[in-house]
């Protein structure tokens, strides 16, 4: 990319002190997700006996009840809620995903239901019952509703910790190895923990009723227990009140700044957004549900939301040190900002960079039943010259970004022609035509003629495609075509319910040679006379030239046709 990157210029102090305050949101969620986790542990560890529990409770607690993490939990959850409650005050608009609308309302609602926890937890070991805290907490917790209580919290918090890790993880673009982790966690421990709890719940239940609990443990005493209602009551409230003073502080702003005018956000087409002074693009997009793609939720990490300024750079702040870190990361020209990151103060026009599009269609089913059976097909590959480059310079979420419209792209096309997509590895996709229906010369033929057509249209949408991406990538995304028919097993292949139609055999490696064969030839299709013959395509119509490959398996060398792109474009419509 030829652009220059943005220079860095030093940070406002508003923007250091937002930027302050996200690691800050950050670091005191990460503090409470280890007390969580430490705390799942050892109730997941219940499932080997109420007496491992206690012994894994008593280690994973032993941080938090001494300085400084007896002083650190509070005032991380104190701190976490209050940063919770200033972002909820500072955005401008309650329009946002699903996933963070989830988020937001877990958090608002997770104290209300740690408030009886707390108190009853503290109200219970502030005497000495005679039993260990876990046995005498359990005792407590055994009733229904208790149970139920606890499971909520449970979920509450651990879906909240989940989404916000998630969103964490994505926007550093972490690897697949971090990204199964936190998968496999999300739904394992929380699993486990409440397997555990079900079996200490039960076994304490039990011996209560053996006579060898006292029965005074299933409750707290009159006074404990109005002391923790008591409690219970005045955390629920204040929180309760915080939230309402931040929803009247919304509305108070709103009010005086009706007396204000509005900022205008034009998009492409004219399109435009009034939106009050202080939000961000991204804002003004949602509130206008404009569809703009943001993969790390607005947190500035992911680059995905990016849009050129078209006119309005003077109403612009320039971009604080994160913003221009990441956006010379991406090597972005100049002009070019992150609009979660952007708070114009007035109208500006605004391109967004990146195209939020549906997802493409899956790909048709079809009757083969597993076992596969031998027919002939024709085979398409295609791959992305010079991805290593690419993907060197750009980040990881980024390329997944970048690969999901080219996969959509090679994708579409391949259906819109009659073939099924099958293997997306990597950059590279195979697909296969014919796979279904007779073995009649008949076929095969339809099947050439399709896979020919898939290259015409591919041709056609991959320039759509680059149109889009090449004021982003600086330069257009070149492929290589090899396509090459004859006998294949086809398939359904897989394990349980993941199954995709395949095909395997000398006819997939050889269009997989051709594909390679592009790039010494210098051009966009390489495919084999097999192909031409069948769809009754003369080699001449396509200004092709004609090579001869050796190829495994057959006699005669293989003739090959190295077609230029202008002549594949015909090959579509
Ligand atoms: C199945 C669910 C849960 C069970 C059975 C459970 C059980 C317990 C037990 C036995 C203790 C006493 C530990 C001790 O000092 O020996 C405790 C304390 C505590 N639990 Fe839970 N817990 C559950 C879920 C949660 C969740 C989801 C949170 C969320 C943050 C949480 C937060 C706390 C806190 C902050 C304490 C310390 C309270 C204090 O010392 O005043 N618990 N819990
Ligand atoms: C007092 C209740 C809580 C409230 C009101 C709250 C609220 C929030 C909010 C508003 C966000 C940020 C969403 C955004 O980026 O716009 C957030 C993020 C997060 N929360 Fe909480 N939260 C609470 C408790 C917790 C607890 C108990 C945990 C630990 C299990 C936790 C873990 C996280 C994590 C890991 C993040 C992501 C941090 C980031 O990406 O910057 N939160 N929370
Ligand atoms: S949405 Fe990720 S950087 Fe803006």
């Not at 673009?173 to 409440?194: D, T």
Request: charged residues 20%; glycine residues 12%; hydrophobic residues 45%.
């Amino acid at each position: 990319m030829t652009s220059p990157s943005l220079p860095l210029p030093q940070g406002r102090p508003q923007s250091r002190r937002n930027r302050l305050v996200r690691r800050l949101r950050a670091i005191t969620g990460a503090i409470m997700l280890v007390f969580v986790t430490g705390h799942l542990i050892a109730h997941a560890s219940g499932l080997f006996g109420i007496g491992v529990a206690q012994k894994v409770l008593d280690v994973t607690m032993a941080p938090w009840t001494v300085p400084p993490g007896s002083l650190l939990l509070p005032a991380a959850f104190l701190l976490h809620a209050s940063l919770g409650l200033r972002a909820l005050y500072l955005r401008r608009s309650l329009r946002m995903p699903p996933t963070e609308a989830l988020q937001l309302a877990l958090g608002l609602l997770l104290p209300m239901l740690l408030a009886a926890h707390i108190t009853g937890v503290d109200a219970a070991l502030s005497v000495d019952a005679g039993v260990d805290s876990y046995t005498r907490i359990m005792a407590l917790l055994w009733t229904p509703t208790g149970a139920l209580r606890q499971f909520v919290l449970l979920g509450v918090v651990w879906l909240h910790g989940m989404i916000g890790l998630g969103f964490w993880l994505k926007g550093r673009g972490a690897g697949a190895g971090w990204i199964a982790a936190w998968r496999i966690g999300a739904w394992a421990l929380p699993l486990a923990a409440l397997l555990g709890f079900l079996d200490a719940g039960r076994s304490v239940a039990g011996l209560v009723k053996l006579g060898l609990l006292s029965p005074t443990l299933s409750a707290l005493p009159a006074d404990l227990h109005a002391r923790a209602q008591a409690n219970e009551f005045a955390m629920i409230a204040n929180w309760t009140f915080a939230i309402f003073a931040t929803f009247a502080a919304r509305g108070l702003r709103h009010l005086i700044s009706l007396r204000h005018g509005r900022v205008v956000v034009t998009y492409p087409g004219g399109r435009t957004v009034r939106m009050l002074p202080g939000g961000s693009v991204l804002e003004a997009s949602r509130l206008g549900n404009v569809p703009h793609v943001a993969v790390c939720g607005g947190r500035g990490r992911c680059s995905t939301c990016r849009v050129e300024i078209v006119r309005g750079l003077e109403n612009l702040p320039p971009a604080d040190a994160e913003e221009s870190a990441l956006l010379s990361r991406i090597r972005a020209p100049a002009g070019v900002r992150l609009a979660c990151r952007l708070h114009p103060t007035g109208p500006v026009t605004v391109h967004p960079l990146l195209k939020a599009q549906g997802r493409g269609r899956r790909p048709s089913e079809d009757p083969m039943v597993h076992g596969g059976r031998e027919k002939r097909v024709a085979i398409l590959f295609t791959d992305i010259r010079g991805s290593t480059a690419i993907a060197e310079q750009r980040p990881p979420y980024d390329i997944m970004f970048l690969l999901e419209r080219y996969f959509e792209t090679i994708g579409g096309a391949v259906e819109a022609a009659g073939g099924t997509p099958n293997a997306f590895v990597g950059d590279e996709v195979m697909a296969i035509f014919g796979a279904d229906g007779g073995d009649g010369p008949e076929d095969f033929a339809a099947a050439a003629t399709q896979a020919l057509h898939a290259a015409g249209e591919i041709a056609r949408r991959l320039e759509v495609l680059n149109r889009s991406l090449v004021r982003d990538l600086g330069q257009p995304l070149r492929i290589g075509i090899g396509i090459h028919g004859g006998p294949a097993v086809v398939g359904r292949l897989g394990y349980g319910e993941t199954r995709m139609l395949t095909a395997v055999g000398d006819t997939v490696h050889v269009a997989r040679r051709l594909e390679e064969l592009t790039k010494a030839h210098a051009c966009l299709l390489v495919v084999s006379d097999d192909i031409l013959q069948a769809a009754g395509r003369a080699p001449a119509t396509l200004d092709a030239s004609c090579h001869e490959i050796t190829v495994r398996g057959r006699v005669e060398p293989l003739a090959v046709h190295a077609v230029p792109a202008e002549a594949v474009h015909r090959l579509g419509g």
